[in-house]
Nanobody
Framework: QVQLVESGGGSVQAGGSLRLSCAAS????????LGWFRQAPAKEREGVAA????????YYADSVKGRFTISQDNAKNTLYLQMNSLKPEDTAMYYC????????????????WGQGTQVSVSS
């Protein structure tokens, strides 16, 4: 059973930083995509960043480019999202997800999801 468990969320002031973690287990895919998504109240879930393990390619939403960095520690089976220069509009529930093939911007293409971790940024 694939399990994804996020942690690291919290409340920060604008300009601050947070690092989210996603502990992954229960999968044996050779190449796959790990992604971070977020959903703010009354808004659709949107892709934030993703990494394809086959060639280590990374992808970012335009709104977070230059501020967020996605990385993966294979030894720890953990996905990270380093978030710097946080803005109030980054406030959302953040989810990690896994897809058994190439990355996609569409949340429905990802097969497994974590329970989410809340990020709140105050001005």
């Amino acid at each position: 059973q694939v399990q994804l468990v996020e942690s690291g969320g919290g409340s920060v002031q604008a300009g601050g930083s947070l690092r989210l973690s996603c502990a992954a287990s229960g999968y044996t895919y050779s190449s796959y995509c790990l992604g971070w998504f977020r959903q703010a109240p009354a808004k659709e879930r949107e892709g934030v960043a993703a990494i394809y393990t086959g060639n280590r390619s990374t992808y970012y939403a335009d709104s977070v480019k230059g501020r967020f960095t996605i990385s993966q520690d294979n030894a720890k089976n953990t996905l990270y999202l380093q978030m710097n220069s946080l803005k109030p509009e980054d406030t959302a529930m953040y989810y990690c997800a896994i897809r058994r093939t190439y990355c996609s911007r569409i949340s429905g293409d990802f097969e497994y999801w974590g329970q989410g971790t809340q990020v709140s940024v105050s001005s």
